[in-house]
């Protein structure tokens, strides 16, 4: 599905002239290709399909408590590294997620996919990436349905948050440590 808004020729191209080449590179083993993205969970009520002839309640978490999970995911192998919080994403996570990609001394270029957030763009960022030796490129606007971790997102929460119930934050943020990259 493409946004409403999106340039779906703006997208086409980029996806020729940028993604082709590098992910060829990445399927090669030139390159090591990663998608970034942020989710924010938020520990809430989420009902994935419910249909009842008498009246149910359903046991619901109190408070809506959020976490933050700032992901890349490897284009290849799926790897998936993450820098995760309660409170906010901002570009001092962004460098924390680069540092860890440039630790795990790949031998090869890296090539980050992200979207336009105001923190992934900020000059910060980019110096750190410029530092790092880290090549970003930045999504047309408005083309989740070209950044793959967003596959990887609506997973999650089809899977570990839609119609389940979870008592407590702890038990919440758990769930993340045991996502697995899907094949």
Same mark, same amino acid.
């Given at each position: 599905?493409?946004?409403?808004?999106?340039?779906?020729?703006?997208?086409?191209?980029?996806?020729?002239?940028?993604?082709?080449?590098?992910?060829?590179?990445?399927? /090669?083993?030139?390159?090591?290709?990663?998608? @970034?993205?942020?989710?924010?969970?938020? *520990?809430?009520?989420? $009902?994935? &399909? !419910?249909?009842?002839?008498?009246?149910?309640?359903?046991?619901?978490?109190?408070?809506?408590?959020?976490?933050?999970?700032?992901?890349?995911?490897?284009?290849?192998?799926?790897?998936?590294?993450?820098?995760?919080?309660?409170?906010?994403?901002?570009?001092?996570?962004?460098?924390?997620?680069?540092?860890?990609?440039?630790?795990?001394?790949?031998?090869?270029?890296?090539?980050?996919?992200?979207?336009? /957030?105001?923190?992934?763009?900020?000059?910060? @960022?980019?110096?750190?990436?410029?530092? *790092?030796?880290?090549? $970003?490129? &930045? !999504?047309?606007?408005?083309?989740?349905?070209?950044?793959?971790?967003?596959?990887?997102?609506?997973?999650?929460?089809?899977?570990?948050?839609?119609?389940?119930?979870?008592?407590?934050?702890?038990?919440?943020?758990?769930?993340?440590?045991?996502?697995?990259?899907?094949?």
């Amino acid at each position: 599905m493409i946004p409403a808004k999106a340039d779906p020729e703006v997208q086409a191209a980029y996806l020729k002239t940028e993604m082709e080449p590098r992910l060829a590179e990445a399927q /090669a083993g030139q390159r090591a290709v990663f998608f @970034v993205d942020a989710a924010h969970f938020v *520990l809430a009520p989420f $009902l994935g &399909f !419910l249909w009842s002839v008498i009246r149910l309640f359903i046991q619901a978490p109190c408070g809506r408590q959020r976490f933050n999970v700032l992901g890349a995911l490897n284009a290849v192998s799926h790897e998936l590294i993450t820098v995760t919080n309660d409170s906010y994403i901002t570009s001092v996570q962004v460098c924390q997620l680069l540092h860890q990609l440039a630790g795990l001394s790949l031998g090869v270029p890296i090539t980050l996919f992200l979207d336009n /957030a105001a923190y992934q763009r900020c000059t910060i @960022v980019r110096q750190t990436a410029t530092d *790092l030796h880290i090549e $970003l490129c &930045f !999504l047309p606007t408005y083309s989740p349905n070209l950044n793959l971790i967003e596959r990887l997102w609506k997973f999650v929460r089809k899977e570990c948050l839609y119609s389940t119930y979870y008592a407590d934050f702890p038990s919440f943020t758990a769930i993340f440590i045991k996502i697995e990259p899907i094949e």
